[in-house]
């Protein structure tokens, strides 16, 4: 199987009736691009910055993270790649930060409500994404959005900081694609007003699961209840896709559910553009779009709407064959 697997590793990701989609992949530092490379994705889908402000005493500095956002750039030779401002907080601490305790922190202040607050952190990493956006395709990503201000203002931040630079004769693309991540319900509920201000979606199901079934992604005694294929979760991709779409917008997803055999389907016939997952999931998720037909992943979504619970999706996808033994 893995000798077939490799065989795509250069081939388009190309449904059986001619539909395309991009397979991405997530990243968490430079260092996962060999993967990347390897297994032929065709984009970073996720760059997880975080990663640069864990384990050490002190902020990573603007140039510290300039060469970092570079590198990845170079490295995809014009591929697109998705970073991700910071996203720390909830489960991922910052010691030298010094953030209050909190009683939810998954609820509480992190992610785009951090660095809209810590103005000069997040000033830092916007102009170091600025300036590492000469060397390749670099689209921009917040994350946690709950609201179209914390959107507006992240955004006006972002072009001060090109001002800024370009007022230092410090060359900044033109071209650089803004987004937001949907994992937060209101968000999904209300995409068709976010896909306004947006140039394009990425659906991050782990937290959207989480918070849609208010089960914590971290708990054993609720994993029950975090389901992927709840319909309610259904319902909301679908929503956030089709409002990507009457705006002429993409939508991507980041989520582990991405890349897992018996969503892929439905994620198809739902519409969407971008897929990004681990790096060795990508070959075996392009093997399974090439057998695929848009027309049947479209009838397969409208029998999953009328199913009840999230079993009864999984089910349906497994009974009508969507899944390659
Ligand atoms: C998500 O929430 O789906 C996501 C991709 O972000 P993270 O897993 O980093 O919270
Ligand atoms: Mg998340």
Redesign the pocket.
């Known amino acids: 199987q893995k000798e077939e697997w490799a065989k795509l590793v250069n081939e388009p990701t190309e449904t059986e009736d001619g539909h395309t989609v991009e397979l991405a992949a ?1 990243i968490g530092t430079p260092n996962d691009l060999d993967g990347v490379l390897a297994n032929g994705a065709e984009g970073i889908g ?1 760059y ?1 910055t975080e990663f640069l402000y864990m384990g050490r005493n002190e902020l990573p500095s603007e140039e510290e993270q300039f060469e970092a956002y570079k590198e990845v750039l170079e490295r995809m030779q014009g591929k697109p790649v998705v970073i991700r401002t910071l ?1 720390i907080g ?1 489960d991922k601490e910052l010691p030298y930060l010094d953030l209050p305790k909190e009683m939810n922190p998954f609820l509480g202040f992190r992610a785009i409500r951090l660095c809209l607050e810590k103005k000069d952190m997040f000033r830092t990493q916007l102009r170091a994404l600025l300036r590492a956006s000469s060397y390749g395709k670099l689209k921009i990503m917040f ?1 946690m959005v709950a609201t179209v201000e914390e959107v507006r203002e992240a955004k006006a931040m972002l072009a001060e900081a090109k001002e800024e630079l370009q007022g230092e004769n410090i060359e900044v693309s033109d071209d650089i694609e803004v987004g937001i ?1 949907v ?1 937060i319900p209101s968000t999904a509920a209300a995409a068709e007003i976010f896909a306004k201000e947006v140039d394009f979606f990425s ?6 699961i989480q918070y849609t079934l208010a089960a914590d992604r971290m708990s054993e005694k609720v994993a029950h209840l975090y389901q992927p294929y709840h319909p309610a979760i259904l319902r909301l991709v679908k929503n956030v896709i089709d409002a990507a779409h009457k705006e002429g917008k993409w939508a991507g997803m ?3 559910m991405a890349g897992e055999p018996a969503a892929v389907p439905l994620l198809l016939g739902l519409g969407l553009d971008e897929f990004s997952m681990s790096a060795t999931s990508v070959l075996p998720a392009r093997t399974q779009l090439r057998s695929l037909k848009k027309t049947d992943a479209e009838g397969l979504v409208e029998e999953a709407m009328k199913c009840a619970t999230a079993d009864e999706i999984a089910e349906l996808v497994e009974n009508r064959g969507f899944i390659i033994q």
């Open positions: 997530n996720l997880r996203d909830g994350p991540m994992e659906i991050g199901t782990n937290d959207l980041c989520g582990e």
